[in-house]
């Protein structure tokens, strides 16, 4: 959280404008990237995007589309790499909402939305399967460190911010 520009300011019924905007304004003069959620809630903003996302992947890796490291690489090297500086809406508007419409309309049906985890995340667990806590989920973390992970991940985002992308904009 400390290398994490993202603050979620979360408004509750009780909230007053002015009181979301003086905590704005001091997350912005603290460095922070505040946004505001105007409705409390599951899960906010970022991880309701995040679960969306995750919950498709694990679809992709159920029906045998896709393994889990190809999901991986999708991500990273495709739709992830414009996110710092291409937002979801404005990608959305740069591409058409004429085509956006098209490719969601078409694709939608073809998702998962249940309202539930899809199954293989259920069955994993009941394996033990954890992720990195218990030595294998997607990964076999026997074969792969989670420690050389995490710190590719902290020097990318060090130095992202360092170089002035993470800014807002």
């Known amino acids: 959280p400390h290398l994490m ?26 460095g922070k990237t505040p946004v505001l959620v105007k409705k409390d809630r599951p899960g906010q903003l970022g991880v309701r995007l995040l679960i969306a996302v995750l919950r498709e992947a694990v679809n992709i890796v159920a029906e045998g589309i896709a393994d889990a490291e190809d999901v991986d690489l999708a991500a ?8 710092p500086v291409y937002g979801i809406f404005e990608h959305a508007d740069m591409v058409g909402l004429d085509l956006s419409h098209a490719v969601l309309d078409y694709t939608a049906r073809d998702l998962y939305n249940q309202p539930q985890a899809p199954p293989l995340l259920k069955q994993m667990l009941e394996r033990g399967d954890l992720g990195v806590k218990s030595g294998r989920g997607f990964y076999d973390w026997s074969k792969k460190s989670a420690a050389d992970v995490a710190a590719r991940r902290d020097l990318f985002l060090v130095e992202f911010l360092r170089s002035g992308f993470g800014e807002r904009r």
């Not at 990273?76 to 996110?83: D, E, H, I």
Request: hydrophobic share 35%; glycine share 8%; with cysteine.
């Open 5 to 30: 520009p993202l603050v979620e300011i979360v408004k509750g019924e009780k909230t007053s404008d002015e009181t979301a905007q003086a905590v704005r304004k001091l997350l912005t003069d603290c």
């Open 76 to 83: 990273k090297s495709g739709f992830g790499l414009r996110l």
